[in-house]
């Protein structure tokens, strides 16, 4: 039977009696016997539907074929002629000759051939599917898949399922074609095989070449590449760097996707002025803990002259959960390294040994209900600088902490209680004990330290106001590893405080440059009174001044820790106005101020202050923070003391944020006497100067191709005249591929290191060089990756 080849004809076909008969020919038996009776509109499987289907259960879902003629014999075979189609599930297959045989569920297409397999083309001359299973092949095909948009040409391709297949002779690349008979993709990959793996999401190539602007760069008898972002085994791509300490810096990453929740990446690195540096990484989670293992080893460095080591572990643990009696949690922080230099000569390793401080710290811990226990073993690894020693902070070995809290456990009344016990140890190397001879965190003994905590506060709070009254005792006790200077081998102290913190919320509506909000006024005032009791005879373990801010400033005690319990009779008083949307919420400005006024001398002080605390009105704290348009924002604090009628500490910061990959920060940050400097990073497209303003394709994806961006961060001192970190460098976006150079500069104490990172991104294949892109993003504000995987494509956006 013969139908005109027109869109009116083809919508009648699908249901026309012949068509429903060839369709039931082409079921298998128990399918029709399911759908027998079914209307014509049921027949056809919804393609959402499909997306839930067992893959064993495939095979016997409904085939529909169509075109411009039909013959066949039931149950055996269906022959169409002229612009042939079958569907079953996610397949679609098109020819100008369709053969299909029912017994075998075979499909033979010949000439100018189409599949659609779940959003994945491949078009040629000949194929020879297996329906159900997709086994088959087809001959000279081109092809072109969804996950990544990569494309090429082959001899032919081997389906060993519909998951697995083999193309041979073939070529690969995600360049976008382009018009002209002698175009050729910027980038090309050929091999005599690729192995393509959609289960596992994953590529191999065999006797393949990489070839860049025509010119072989990467010949490799065997490699692997993604197909989409899930991770895989296999070699990673080579980084290549220059540093100014080590020299020439090559990395052969190898990656183990060991299972889902764990997996291990070897970085072992050619070093040209050090030796080769051996580090991997180790990565966990499972249903109750997770964490992270990372070690390198540089045997014979030859700068140094000795073996190099680092070393951290993170480890978090919910181990135990038994009904009505809690649970148990264990956390780890390890941090080792192997000398005092290791910070300065490895600023490329992991942040946490880059560091002067190296925490070792392992926390266990009990909770149930209000009731937490903690058990805990502290030590720090000092990384002196001869030109700059620092004091080491104390050990903690052990320190063991109980804690009760509890909201309204009596008419709205809250209660906490703790109580700590820590043996306070730490060892003073040469360096310091000459450089500070004489401080008393040099000289004062180690000790045991007891002390505990209990207050109480009565809130009262409605609608528009609060207030509330607390009382607290803070009491300790000392034994000391060696008498003071007084001669005491022990000591106690008791100190009470209360405070009372009270303040009001009003709103008003208000209309500004045109728009409505609503405007808050948040007055606040807190009292905090603390008797005087003599501490500054004791040696000081873990107290040390709050940073004044706007948080700190309504709090009972100005130091942190316990070893000092500053007296205070003092009032505090401040107000906040905030200007909020109506209709969001959202906060498009807030004023703030805030001061101190104290009513008697403070005479505790911590070591190094060495005269009590007499001005009775403190620096004022202002605040403010816009957001009045979604492309500006703005923040900015001030510590003003108006008795010398000028700013202690200042910090001003500017971001304009016009759109997607066009971001600039500006910040300012003075404190006086001590530092002043300016902070600029961005990331700004350079053809916008001259007028090649883009397109906004979305997140992840660029603004098109043939476009630059500059990219970078710059930290000046004012005081010193100097350029204290710097990163600056280019993006070129050539639509598949990407290349960039950054240049790095940053400062470790005295030494400074300098890089040059260059990489060349095929886009969703491989990336060749050095790795810049996490130096961008933990650096510049706001940064964007010009290439991100933001969402998974669905075979819907491919559909035929």
């Not at 189409?114 to 194929?127: D, M, Y």
């Not at 456990?409 to 140890?425: I, L």
């Not at 130091?559 to 003092?570: E, H, K, Q, S």
């Amino acid at each position: 039977m013969h139908h005109p080849r027109n869109k009116a004809s083809v919508a009648r076909f699908a249901l026309t009696p012949v068509a429903l008969v060839v369709a039931s020919l082409l079921q298998p038996a128990s399918v029709r016997a399911q759908d027998a009776g079914a209307t014509s509109p049921k027949l056809r499987t919804s393609p959402l539907l499909q997306e839930r289907i067992p893959a064993q259960a495939r095979p016997q879902l409904p085939t529909f074929v169509e075109g411009d003629q039909i013959q066949g014999r039931t149950d055996l075979e269906t022959v169409v002629e002229g612009h042939a189609e079958l569907r079953r599930a996610d397949t679609v297959i098109r020819a100008r000759r369709l053969e299909y045989n029912n017994a075998t569920d075979v499909a033979r297409a010949i000439g100018d051939v189409h599949i659609n397999k779940a959003g994945n083309i491949f078009e040629g001359p000949l194929l020879e599917l297996e329906v159900g299973t997709f086994q088959g092949f087809f001959n000279q095909p081109r092809y072109r898949f969804l996950a990544n948009d990569a494309y090429g040409e082959a001899d032919r391709v081997d389906f060993i399922d519909d998951k697995h297949s083999i193309i041979r002779n073939a070529t690969y690349t995600t360049c976008q074609r382009k018009p002209g008979p002698s175009w050729m993709p910027d980038w090309i990959l050929r091999a005599s095989t690729i192995a393509m793996d959609e289960e596992e999401e994953v590529g191999r190539a065999s006797s393949a070449v990489l070839s860049f602007k025509g010119v072989p760069i990467l010949p490799v008898p065997a490699l692997s590449f993604p197909l989409s972002e899930k991770r895989k085994s296999g070699l990673l791509p080579p980084t290549i760097g220059l540093d100014n300490r080590s020299g020439l810096e090559v990395t052969l990453p190898y990656y183990w996707n060991i299972a889902p929740n764990r997996d291990a990446t070897l970085y072992p690195t050619l070093m040209t002025r050090r030796g080769v540096d051996l580090a991997g990484e180790f990565r966990y989670i499972e249903p109750t803990y997770q964490g992270l293992v990372r070690g390198d080893f540089l045997p014979n460095d030859r700068l140094r002259d000795r073996d190099r080591w680092g070393f951290t572990a993170q480890h978090t643990q919910n181990s135990l959960r038994i009904p009505g009696l809690g649970a148990t949690s264990l956390n780890l922080n390890l941090n080792r390294v192997s000398d005092d230099n290791y910070w300065q000569d490895f600023s490329r390793s992991t942040a946490s040994l880059t560091q002067r401080l190296l925490a070792n710290d392992g926390t266990l811990g009990w909770n149930w209900g209000p009731v937490n226990l903690s058990g805990r073993v502290q030590r720090w690894q000092t990384l002196q600088d001869p030109t700059s020693p620092i004091v080491p902070p104390y050990d903690r070995s052990p320190e063991l902490t109980a804690r009760y809290g509890k909201n309204n456990f009596w008419s709205g009344f809250d209660s906490n209680v703790e109580a700590d016990y820590t043996h306070f140890t730490h060892a003073i190397p040469d360096i310091v004990r000459t450089t500070f001879p004489t401080q008393q965190e040099v000289t004062q003994p180690d000790a045991q330290r007891s002390y505990l905590m209990a207050q109480v506060a009565r809130p009262w709070q409605a609608p528009g106001w609060f207030v509330i009254p607390k009382a607290q005792v803070h009491s300790r006790y000392y034994a000391f590893d060696a008498p003071l200077a007084t001669g005491q081998t022990d000591a106690a102290v008791t100190v009470p405080t209360f405070s009372l913190d009270s303040g009001l919320v009003l709103e008003r509506k208000v209309s500004l440059l045109g728009r409505n909000f609503v405007q808050t006024l948040e007055p606040r005032a807190f009292y905090v009174y603390t008797p005087f009791r003599d501490q500054n005879y004791l040696p000081n373990y873990d107290s040390a001044p709050l940073d004044f801010n706007a948080a700190t400033i309504f709090s009972e005690n100005q130091y942190g820790g316990n070893d000092r319990i500053a007296d205070n009779n003092l009032l505090t008083v401040g107000a906040n106005t905030r200007f909020l949307d109506p209709d969001t919420g959202a906060e498009a400005a807030r004023f703030a101020v805030a001061q101190r006024y104290r009513f008697s001398d403070q005479h505790v002080v911590v070591p190094g202050q060495t005269t009590p605390i007499s001005e009775r009105l403190s620096d004022v704290l202002f605040g403010a923070s816009l957001a009045y348009s979604p492309k500006w924002s703005a923040d900015a604090v001030m510590q003003y003391n108006f008795k010398a009628s000028q700013s202690v500490r200042s910090t001003v910061g500017v971001r304009y944020n016009p759109g997607s990959y066009r971001v600039l920060s500006v910040a300012y940050r003075r404190q006086q006497g001590i530092s002043e400097q300016w902070d600029i990073g961005w990331q700004w497209p350079i053809n916008d100067l001259w007028g090649d303003k883009g397109q906004d394709l979305g997140a992840g994806r660029g603004q098109g191709e043939g476009r630059w961006y500059s990219v970078g961060r710059l930290n000046y001192s004012v005081r010193d005249a100097a350029l204290v970190d710097g990163i600056a460098g280019l993006e070129y976006d050539a639509g598949c591929w990407i290349g960039r150079v950054v240049l790095e500069r940053m400062q470790a104490g005295t030494a400074i290191n300098k890089r040059i990172l260059f990489q060349i991104e095929f886009v969703g294949f491989a990336r060749l060089g050095s790795n810049p892109l996490q130096t961008l993003k933990q650096n510049i504000p706001r940064y964007q990756f010009l290439r991100e995987r933001v969402t998974t494509p669905s075979r819907f956006s491919n559909y035929d």
